[in-house]
């Protein structure tokens, strides 16, 4: 097990000041003269989930009444430098693939198709705030998404562009045909009280078209996503999640979507997991529980790297 920096310098403040209670008699513990000793660590200290290293598959189902759609989409966190600008901030290098599955129910028009998706890279960089707000995390970064599906065959841009939609307007590069996306990612935790965690997110993603065969136009989509999440000392917690998808560059100005989750998230344990209900509030995807309208189950498993 890795020893933190403050318990480190604990242990060896500790072999010192023993050494030199014995030389001069003096209580058990106590410090040399005009020496300070090194704090302790502090009690609950938490890391923020954007600064955990990580490897995760998560996987999207939409049972429609006309339609049953499908996405896997895995996932890496490795970090790859520490210390740029904080002590504890941490680098992280990011690397995402999505792929999906449609088939129609309930239609004239049988359609059963895999597509695959558009590969995503990139980086963020997480770092504590403490000394500016007490439990307050932040990270940023910033990621491309590849045109792999720049010409795609039409049934697989319609499985694509079915799957692309299943986070009700977030990530809809993972699987969008005929375009290609660039991400800026701004986002913050806090922890609010011992067990209850706030997170949130701002991400500007501008969607650029890479298939001159169709009249189509930048688009410009504003991600912001909150979520609160009481979690107990063992890691188990619960929450939910309001989101706004808007895109500045159409009609629908905004997508608005919930879900509510339980969660696994142990502090000092690698094994994490994810279970959700996912459903779109207004019109365009939802009401989510109306006919073919966007409501989904969702699960992410992973495994934290030390």
Known sequence: MKT????????????????????QDAAPGAPPPGQTPAPAPEAGAWT????????????????AADFVAMTWDVGAHIQIAEGLV????????????AWGYFTTTGTAIKTDQLAYGN???????????????????AHA?????????????????ISAAVGSNMRGGFLLGRMTPFYMAFRFDVGAEYRVAPNLYY?????????VPTNG?????????????NELEYRADSGLGGGARLQEAFTLTSDDLVQLSAEVFVAYTPEKENLYARLGMFVALDEGAGFGFDKNKL????????????
């Open 4 to 23: 933190s920096l403050p318990c480190f310098a604990l242990l060896v403040s500790s072999l010192l000041l023993g050494g030199a209670a014995s030389a």
């Open 48 to 63: 923020a989930l954007a600064a955990r290293p990580k490897v995760g598959l998560e996987y999207d189902l939409w049972p």
């Open 86 to 97: 904080d002590p504890q901030d941490r680098l992280l290098f990011d690397v995402d693939y």
């Open 119 to 137: 590969p995503t890279a990139g980086a963020h960089l997480a770092l504590p705030l403490d000394k500016y707000v007490k439990d307050l995390r």
């Open 141 to 157: 970064g910033f990621a491309w998404t590849a045109p792999v599906l720049s010409d795609p065959e039409p049934l697989v841009a």
């Open 199 to 207: 997170r949130g997110s701002l991400n500007p993603v501008i969607y």
């Open 213 to 225: 065969k169709y009249p189509l136009d930048s688009e410009l989509v504003l991600e912001q996503g």
């Open 295 to 306: 409501a989904t189950v969702n699960l992410g498993v992973g495994y934290h790297l030390k």
